[in-house]
Structure formats: structure tokens, C-alpha cells
């Protein structure tokens, strides 16, 4: 059965190119992202790899930790860190699981068949500290993730579990935010000290309460 959101991900113990990860306690009380490629020493795989290598200041800023998976061995992922930080210009800075018997893979639903019966497709799965999945998204093998708009969900996400408000098409962070329509107005006059523009009964906006 494949995961739904809410959920509690599932634990796992697995090896990495830094050593064995407990995967719940090594999230401790941190967010986490867990992603797959399909297999080391691809093209787009060691672009997605640079990319995140390069992005990881980011994440730490937002007490998230990252982590790769595929299902190729330990050693081809020791190997393969070399070309990465040659042709992307950063190096490995996160743990990247050795899933060669599949136990992750098929904890997580990442292998469709009637995509490829053996390689992981690019999965991401945003966990929280209270190891509940929060959000998921699938490409195919064939396309590069946005590591960008990844980073722009993880804001949403953290926002809005402290806050009581969502966010808009394309919001970013910094941006206006909107109020749910759960809450009244005579509630909403005392959540949002900042106030609201009413657009519609059921549409107000606010501008971002951490900000």
C-alpha cells in the first residue's frame, strides 16, 4: 500500500556513505527530505546531486536534513561522489542510503513497474519532526526536480504548521498569506494583529505573520 499524507513514515535502518542511518533517529527533531534517483552514474541523477549538494546551506537554515537514495551499492555511490563534485562544482555534503536490496524502495513505493521493474523513480517525500509525511511528489525518470520549488513547499509546509494560515498559487516566502475560511472573522481580527483584506467572505489576505 503506497503512503498517504499524514502518515507516519516508515522507519528503516540502511547503510550510507555515511554509515548506517537509523532513519527515524537520525531525524531526530529536524525535517527531513527523502529522495530517490533511479541510479549512479547518470546524467541527470549527478545534476540533481550537485544540485542539492549546493543548496544544503539551505536546508540547514531550515533545520531540514537531506537524504538520497538509490539502489545501487555503497561502493558505486563512493565512487561516483568523485564525478559529482568534478562536473557540478560541489561536493557530496549529505547521506546518500545504499538500498541494493530494495527494503527502502519498497517501503517508500518507489519502484513502478510500468515505469522500470528494477530502478527507483524520483520520489520526494517531505517528513516532519513528528516523522509524519507532509508532502510527496513522483517524476519520471526522465526529468531534472526543481529543487527550487522543493524549497518553496518546505516554507509553506513549516509556515503553516505554526501558524494558522495557507498559502497562495506561487506564493513565496515573505508574501501575503491566506486566511482558512474556518476561521471567523471575529477570530481572525485577533490571530492577524497585522489585519486582513477581505476580498471575499471566503478569500482574505494577510501578510505573513513571521515576518
Known amino acids: 500500500m503506497s503512503l498517504r499524507l499524514g502518515d507516519t513514515a516508515p522507519d528503516f535502518e540502511q547503510d550510507s556513505t555515511e554509515g548506517r542511518i537509523k532513519f527515524h533517529d537520525w531525524i531526530g527533531n529536524s525535517w527531513a527530505i527523502l529522495f530517490s534517483h533511479p541510479r549512479d552514474f547518470t546524467p541527470v541523477c549527478t545534476t540533481e546531486l550537485g544540485e ?3 543548496l544544503k546551506p539551505e536546508f540547514d537554515k531550515r533545520n531540514t536534513k537531506v537524504i538520497g537514495l538509490s539502489v545501487d551499492p555503497l561502493k558505486d555511490h563512493q565512487g561516483w561522489a568523485a564525478d559529482i563534485k568534478e ?35 524520483r520520489s520526494v517525500f517531505i517528513i516532519g519532526p513528528d516523522k509524519k509525511v507532509k508532502l510527496q511528489i513522483t517524476y519520471p525518470m526522465s526529468t531534472g526536480r526543481n529543487f527550487d520549488e522543493i524549497l518553496r513547499v518546505l516554507d509553506s509546509l513549516q509556515l503553516t504548521a505554526n501558524f494558522k494560515v495557507a498559502t497562495p498559487v506561487n506564493w513565496r516566502d515573505g508574501q501575503d498569506c491566506i486566511i482558512p475560511p474556518s476561521i471567523p472573522d471575529s477570530d481572525a481580527d485577533k490571530l492577524f494583529p497585522k489585519g486582513y483584506k477581505k476580498i471575499k467572505p471566503y478569500l482574505r489576505v494577510t501578510p505573513q505573520p513571521n515576518k
Open 52 to 54: 542539492v549538494a549546493r
Open 87 to 121: 562536473t557540478q562544482g560541489h561536493a557530496l555534503n549529505f547521506p546518500l542510503l545504499a538500498d541494493a536490496d530494495r527494503k527502502v524502495s519498497q517501503l517508500y513505493d518507489m519502484i513502478h513497474p510500468n515505469t522500470d521493474e528494477t530502478f527507483t523513480v
